[in-house]
């Protein structure tokens, strides 16, 4: 069915009755916004109608989420006693999701445990680092090591302890690290192709129905700085 996933430009990694998981690219969006382009649960909806030649209805639910310009592993329900399992376990931070991010600039430590308040602005569309008083300030805790480096940029490998708006672009910044064209939160030039890197690398849950442990490992987007990094 490569064909299918070249027509709707989905990157599949795996696919049962009850989930499907996929490599999202970057600029892809997870659910609908105000941009009006079409979201991944809509596309998914697609490629499974066309791929059953289902002639009703297809269930797709979103279970969690990856900003916009972020890449990486992303999993829905295809049913809504999996969807609904899942998004509980993300809820409860059953699920570990590690990340890939180059930064600009090696941070303090070569690993460490960031802890912040972060408060969203809600027309901004970003979250800033703010004092624990502050009315909307939300704890986020996140572990870091520095992998390794080329010339200008040093890959991070990051797992969250909390799932916050823009968490990992936020804290990074807020140490001087700044996301490889993440102009949001202060990297100098955006890329090309809109895109940030950073990348959802890993993923590890219990399956909402086989109760067997899932692992996955997502390939990062082929460009010339990820590329640097294998």
């Known amino acids: 069915m490569a064909y299918l996933e070249e027509k709707y430009n989905l990157d599949v990694v795996y696919e049962d009755n009850h989930i499907i998981i996929i490599n999202k690219k970057p600029g892809q969006i997870a659910q609908a916004d ?3 382009d079409v979201a991944l649960n809509e596309i998914l909806k697609s490629y499974l109608r066309e791929k059953y030649n ?37 809820q409860q931070h059953e699920v570990t999701k590690t990340y890939w991010a180059v930064v600009d600039r090696l941070p303090p430590q070569t690993s460490d445990t960031l802890e912040h308040y972060l408060a969203k602005n809600q027309e ?42 823009h968490q990992i672009r936020a804290q990074l910044a807020a140490i001087g690290c700044r996301i490889k064209g993440d102009v949001k939160y202060g990297f100098k030039r955006g890329n090309k192709d809109l895109s940030i890197h950073l990348h959802a690398r890993y993923m590890e ?24 990094f294998k």
């Open 124 to 165: 901004k569309n970003r979250s800033a680092v703010v004092k624990s008083s502050h009315q909307n300030a939300k704890k986020a805790v996140l572990h870091y090591q520095h992998l390794s480096s080329i010339d200008n940029y040093h890959l991070l490998e990051i797992k969250l302890e909390t799932g916050r708006h």
């Open 34 to 36: 105000k941009t009006g």
């Open 54 to 90: 289902k002639p009703g209805n297809v269930y797709v639910g979103l279970v969690h989420r990856l900003d916009r310009p972020t890449s990486g592993g992303l999993v829905f329900g295809k049913t809504d006693k999996a969807t609904s399992r899942l998004s509980k376990m993300f």
């Open 205 to 228: 849950f219990m399956h909402p129905v086989k109760k067997e442990i899932m692992k996955f490992e997502f390939p990062t987007p082929i460009d010339p700085v990820w590329e640097a």
